[in-house]
C-alpha cells in the first residue's frame, strides 16, 4: 500500500466505555464531527445488590466475592422468579445429612 492511498482515521462509536473519557478542545477541527453516544441508564440493579448478606455470612470472604461476581457476570441467566426447563434432565446427589 501506498502512502497516498491512506486515509484519515475517523472513529465509529459503536458502544459506550464507562471508564474512559476523552476531551477535545471545542472550536478543535482537527477530528471532524464527533458521534455524541446516548446515555442509557440500567435502573434495575444487579443481583448482587439483590442478596441479603445476612444469607451469606456462612461463605467466606472470597467466596462472597465469588459468588457474587458470578451472579452479576451472568445476570441473564438468573431470574426472581423460577420456571420450568424441559432442555434435559439432570440429578443432584446429596449427603445423607441434608435437610431441604
Known sequence: MHANNLRPYHARVNEALV???AIVFYS???????PVVEVVSNAEPLPSAKIDSAKLEHLTSEQKQQFLALLDDFADVFADNPGLCKLGMHEMHVTPDFKP
Request: net charge negative; with cysteine; charged share 20%.
Open 19 to 21: 471508564n474512559n473519557c
Open 28 to 34: 478543535s477541527e482537527e477530528f471532524g464531527t464527533l
